[in-house]
């Protein structure tokens, strides 16, 4: 099948919108009367609140409300363990925890009013290190009495367990019987590796306006990834609405990377005061907020253990995982799961033991973030990798092509491999960066070096999609769905499938969304599952509208519907191209009516598309195909400069491989690649929350250090590689997810290349100067 619009790199549907400042985010809506909002937080990690007196605060001049933990539903939160009320009662866990909010006229009202309230709190002891809060009996149990909270149905693993009561989800799995491999290797490699909190990124701070309407019901516009699946649910269920009452509204996002994923902040609180005060409430985090009550990447420490042979052949590996979430659960069991199966699914090896915990300390709640555990995974695999590669003197690249599943091949839950192209974004990355290798030069304090490494990520198959479309009198396509329009790209998708189905150009297509009044159902832009899920239900929302156009069509010229096509408006005899009509000719003028009004017989051409995706745990049998069908497959390699003076490191040159099937949009696929290097670049060199006591000292973006342009490689120094064979025979024209895999292997890659520069290997990120000096010293 040729296609016309799939496949091209066409000016994004948003473009002119976002870079002429008409497109509207959250904080953009205004109301009548609306009121503003803030939250007053916790000094202390863990502590009692022993009475809260908001006296003063109610009487200031301008304060319409102010609420505190008695105000709020007897409903926790969460979206695997039901672990938090939307503001405190009884107990603190965190620095930031929300004990009050404010609703005020202005800003400046809400946070005087907040100094005015006065929290009685008694200190209690805290925990910090995720492996002392692991352990049984420890210091200090974070949720007492938790062997009672409710948990959110899911896998069997999520339960606190009786004996280390800060541990509540653990997940095991494997193949084969690991201690006989290791008997049978002729080299054991064992190390551990540590990975930090980290702050998303986001331009757009976590923002929600809710308001309360005339018959009882809400709107909320949220910033939000999942607003239709998860946090319209938990809200329902928390505030004891039906469904029917509460209108979610997402408009763009400006940005996401899996930090807009918390159904806590700050809707519930924003309801909360809108039901309270009759009037519309806006509540915007400080960048301070979203630092220490915004979700984090999950700080970790990974346990690997290899066996192998001397000519490089794994024959078993042992990985233990802790997952540090903070005070709260969030999303982190399901982490434990996906993360297993990325380890599980790009390697051969015929012994493999996993083993995670889900661990809580009295640190600020940690979650997804662009990769869902993928970038400290890989930091792991990877630096493991080379180090076997260089004890036994093996090329690190043929080291892992050696090992790199092939196609058809059951990966180690039992999944069949499908459209892999780890393999050849390996070989491309590496002629690429090795026809650019810098010599090192002879003098001076400066040392050159290169490293690669692969990624395997699962996407996310399951979860429904819903979509409709509908087809104006004028020809125009009207796409709905739900998916969030965080920045990556997703309506410019939509459109293109719609485009290419009902063959016309894009400006013919119309893209409405994640509107919960007037879109259908979407889990949301989590996982790289967009293209994939929502493509599907547009799609197939697209080929319903079209079978009742031809359907109507058929009457009009007597020829049977299945024999008639669609392209640029008008309708026509497949056989016998000049025998149609227009689209606009299966409407009929009504004079009676405004001029220019039309009917149809059948009332509206409105198509609807559900792509429900696999489901079930990889390796079943039932569904063997789901592993390969949502794996995503890559490789980075990279060049870099360090000084052994000073410790600086320098990222020269990047490249970046990524397999996708066929691309929609190759533009956007690239920029996908592009910015996955840039934040892998953060998390390899700077990025890092610094946490005291469970205080953030660096809650801004001046201490917290971001990768700018100049870090970053770009022009002729980055190159970014669309891996389009072998299309994937399941997904929407050979197409796949891929968008959360790029920041992955970015980070292991320039951890190999400092190794080859200096011969100092870093085995906690970030890489800083003083790490590289105390390697050199050493």
């Not at 008409?22 to 953009?28: E, F, L």
């Not at 002879?442 to 409709?468: C, D, M, N, Q």
């Not at 832009?525 to 929302?541: D, F, K, M, Y």
């Not at 299966?586 to 004079?591: E, P, Q, S, T």
Request: proline share 6%; aromatic share 6%.
């Amino acid at each position: 099948m040729e296609l016309q619009t799939i496949g091209r790199s066409l000016p994004r549907v948003d473009g002119i919108e976002k870079v002429t400042g008409r497109a509207n985010y959250t904080d953009d809506f205004k109301a009548s009367r609306m009121l503003f909002a803030k939250i007053l937080r916790s000094p202390y990690p863990h502590a009692m609140v022993l009475g809260i007196d908001a006296s003063r605060a109610r009487k200031l001049a301008g304060v319409k409300a102010v609420l505190t933990g008695a105000d709020v539903p007897d409903e926790k939160l969460g979206i695997s363990v039901r672990d938090r009320f939307i503001l405190a009662r009884d107990v603190v866990r965190f620095v930031g925890e929300p004990v009050a909010a404010v609703a005020a006229d202005t800003v400046d009202t809400a946070e005087e009013a907040l100094d005015l309230i006065e929290v009685d709190y008694k200190e209690l002891p805290a925990i910090f290190d995720v492996e002392e809060a692991m352990k049984s009996d420890p210091a200090v149990a974070v949720h007492e009495g938790a062997t009672s909270y409710v948990f959110s149905p899911g896998p069997q693993f999520y339960g606190f367990d009786r004996q280390r009561p800060n541990v509540f989800a653990h997940y095991q799995m494997g193949a084969g019987d690991t201690e006989k491999g290791m008997r049978e290797a002729d080299l054991i490699v064992e190390n551990r590796f540590v990975t930090p909190r980290i702050h998303h990124g986001a331009m757009e701070p976590h923002a929600a306006i809710a308001q309360v309407e005339f018959n009882g019901g809400l709107t909320v516009w949220v910033a939000d990834q999942v607003a239709h699946h998860e946090t319209r649910a938990e809200l329902c269920r928390v505030f004891g609405l039906p469904p029917s009452k509460l209108r979610v509204i997402v408009p763009y996002i400006g940005g996401g990377f899996g930090g807009k994923t918390n159904s806590a902040w700050p809707a519930p609180v924003a309801m909360l005061l809108a039901l309270k005060t009759g009037r519309p409430v806006r509540l915007v985090f400080s960048r301070e907020e979203v630092f220490v009550d915004g979700l984090t990447e999950v700080p970790m420490v990974l346990y690997i253990k290899d066996g192998v042979k001397k000519d490089g052949t794994l024959v078993a590996r042992e990985m233990r995982v802790i997952l540090n979430s903070g005070a709260y659960s969030n999303r982190i069991p399901r982490m434990t799961a996906n993360m297993s199966f990325g380890a599980a699914g790009l390697y051969r090896m015929p012994y493999f033991r996993w083993d995670s915990f889900c661990v809580m300390t009295n640190e600020p709640p940690s979650g997804p973030m662009r990769g869902y555990g993928g970038t400290p995974l890989n930091f792991a695999i990877e630096s493991q990798m080379d180090m076997i590669a260089r004890e036994l003197g093996i090329d690190p690249a043929e080291l892992r092509q050696k090992h790199i599943f092939k196609e058809g091949e059951k990966n180690l839950v039992g999944g069949v491999t499908e459209c892999i192209g780890a393999a050849e974004s390996l070989t491309r990355v590496s002629k690429w960066i090795e026809e650019r290798k810098t010599i090192p030069p002879e003098k001076g304090p400066w040392r050159s070096g290169t490293g690669v490494a692969v990624v395997g990520k699962i996407f996310r198959s399951g979860g429904p999609a819903a979509a409709l479309v509908k087809v104006h009198d004028d020809g125009t396509v009207e796409v709905r769905h739900s998916a969030s329009e965080s920045g990556q790209g997703c309506n410019t998708v939509m459109a293109q499938v719609a485009a290419e189905e009902f063959g016309i150009s894009m400006d013919g297509v119309k893209v409405v969304f994640s509107d919960s009044a007037v879109t259908p159902y979407d889990v949301g832009s989590i996982a790289s599952r967009s293209t994939w899920n929502t493509g599907h239900a547009v799609r197939l929302a697209c080929q319903d509208a079209k079978r009742q156009i031809f359907r109507l069509a058929a009457q009009r010229l007597k020829v049977p519907a299945e024999s008639l096509e669609i392209k640029g408006g008008r309708i026509y005899v497949r056989e016998n191209a000049p025998q149609g009509i227009q689209v606009h000719d299966l409407f009929v003028r009504d004079g009676l009516l405004t001029p220019g009004t039309w009917l149809l017989e059948a009332g509206e051409i409105l198509g609807s598309g559900v792509y429900a995706g696999a489901s079930g745990r990889p390796g079943d049998e039932k569904q063997q195909r789901l592993s390969g069908a949502v794996f995503a497959y890559g490789a980075v390699a990279v060049s870099v400069a360090v000084n052994v003076e000073t410790g600086e490191v320098r990222v020269l040159k990047a490249a970046s491989g990524h397999d996708m099937g066929q691309p929609i949009n190759p533009r956007m696929c690239e920029a996908q690649m592009d910015g996955g290097v840039g934040m892998g670049v953060g998390a390899a060199l700077y990025e890092t929350m610094a946490i005291e006591n469970g205080v953030t000292i660096n809650p801004n973006l001046v201490d917290y250090k971001l990768p700018t342009m100049v870090e970053v490689p770009v022009g002729e120094d980055a190159a970014s590689m669309l891996v389009t064979t072998p299309l994937h025979k399941d997904g929407p024209y050979g197409a796949k997810g891929f968008g959360e895999s790029t920041n992955c292997p970015v980070a292991p890659a320039i951890a190999n290349a400092v190794y080859d520069a200096v011969g100092v290997r870093i085995k906690s990120l970030p890489i800083t100067r003083e790490k590289i000096l105390e390697g050199l010293s050493k």
